[in-house]
């Protein structure tokens, strides 16, 4: 192959290639990593950016609604339970009849334990530890019950529940 040839096969290898790519481009819609491409890249990214932006304010929105919620809950819930605190704390436990039975009460010298509650026997005073855990749990009870009772006001202030 001379000179003349091999420069003719290069320059027709040249010329396909250059075809075939502007086929691909046509056909492909490569055309857009033109000019315009650059532009539609920022205009997309400002877009996102945006976006972003405008879900962290509706994030932050959000969080300040719920912690205005949680507050009111709170509130409401100590409101509530103050009393019913006040009033477990200073009432004694008692057992009832419906526990004991009918047993006529046992006279207060028949006990064996001295103490101040043994002038109280006829009525079925219950041991201090059993009384401070009785305590406990009605409280629990309680407090769980005022803040179940005011997220449910919570809820209906807020129209979510009927």
């Known amino acids: 192959m001379n ?3 091999r420069w003719f096969s290069g320059a027709l290898v040249l010329a396909g290639l250059l075809v075939v790519a502007a086929l691909g481009v046509h056909r492909y819609g490569l055309e857009q990593y033109g000019e315009g ?3 539609a890249l920022e205009a997309r990214a400002g877009a996102d950016t945006l976006a972003v932006a405008k879900r962290a ?3 932050q929105a959000t969080a300040a609604r719920q912690a205005a919620s949680n507050a009111t809950i709170t509130e409401k ?3 509530e339970i103050q009393p019913v605190r006040e009033r477990i704390v200073t009432q004694r436990v008692y057992v ?3 526990v004991c039975g009918e047993r ?3 006279p207060a010298e028949a006990e064996g334990a001295a103490g101040g509650d043994v002038a109280d026997s006829a009525r079925r ?3 201090e530890d059993v009384e401070r855990d009785i305590r ?3 409280l629990q009870v309680e407090e769980h019950l005022a803040t179940a009772r005011a997220c449910q006001q919570v809820l209906r202030d807020e129209g979510m529940a009927p």
Do not use: I, Q, S, T
Request: net charge negative; charged share 35%; proline share 4%.
């Open 57 to 59: 304010d509706d994030n």
């Open 104 to 106: 006529p009460a046992v």
């Open 3 to 5: 000179a003349l040839e």
């Open 96 to 98: 009832g009849a419906a």
């Open 136 to 138: 406990a749990l009605k």
């Open 125 to 127: 005073l219950v041991r």
């Open 37 to 39: 491409y650059d532009a």
């Open 77 to 79: 819930k100590h409101e």
